[in-house]
């Protein structure tokens, strides 16, 4: 579970939010996209486009073929003598890829998005959809929110403790701006608030969930605006 402060403009949490999912969806992950602010659709179409054909790799490739035909030439300077040397490496040339490459000026395919599973949580659809709910001093939106986590993880086959008959595969969860007054969650603009542990025991509930499942989980705070 990661959590991400924002800032008053959001740019930096809004852009590594956006990293952790593309990331997901290039590594064929089923997602989980909440929010209260921006449809969870608007941001799937926002992500970046990932570098598949592997030119960094191969940029790299070429310097570590630079870095080589200089050494050959330094070489044919050397007396004899010294040319049987064991010699010492002064920098790492050998290329390790971890994770993959993203070009924030170009938007991901729309096929790329599809083909993978994703399920999305918009607070306005969902409140509008059912009737209000309050659990164990939790407010209506997070209680929302964690029975349909729950759901997810329980029909998609993500629960640890129950035996998975399918191929495994890993939950990418993002939550978008929570604890923000979208959420219902008056802690940010109340000095006595109604819930005032409403975060804390979703938080703690949460921790439980992505603990028995294979999920990840990143969530941005707007830390700013409370109290």
């Known amino acids: 579970l990661v ?8 740019l930096y949490s809004n852009l590594l939010f956006k990293y952790f999912l593309a990331e997901g969806v290039v590594c064929g992950h089923d997602l989980f996209v909440a929010s209260a602010k921006e449809h969870p659709d608007n941001i799937l179409k926002e992500l970046p486009a990932p570098l598949l054909d592997d030119t960094y790799g191969k940029e790299l490739g070429d310097e570590a073929a630079a870095v080589k035909s200089e050494g050959f030439q330094d070489s044919m300077k050397i007396a004899w003598r010294y040319q049987n040397l064991p010699k010492m490496e002064a920098s790492p040339t050998s290329y390790t890829k971890f994770g993959h490459y993203y070009d924030v000026s170009k938007k991901m395919s729309p096929e790329l998005i599809q083909s993978i599973k994703w399920h999305s949580f918009y607070l306005h659809e969902e409140l509008s959809s059912q009737p209000k709910m309050k659990t164990c001093n939790i407010n209506g939106a997070y209680a929302r929110l964690l029975q349909s986590l729950q759901r997810i993880i329980s029909q998609g086959g993500f629960d640890g403790s129950d035996p998975q008959k399918k191929q495994k595969n890993v939950l990418r969860i993002g939550i978008q701006g ?5 959420w219902g969650d008056d802690i940010c603009c109340s000095d006595a608030p ?3 542990h409403s ?7 949460l921790r439980g969930l992505l603990r028995k499942s294979l999920s990840a989980c990143i969530i941005t705070v707007p830390a700013h605006l409370i109290q």
Not at 178 to 182: A, H, I, P, V, Y
């Open 3 to 10: 959590f991400t402060e924002e800032d008053k403009y959001g």
């Open 178 to 182: 929570l604890g923000s007054l979208l």
């Open 194 to 196: 109604e819930d005032v």
């Open 199 to 205: 975060l804390t025991k979703f938080l703690y509930v």
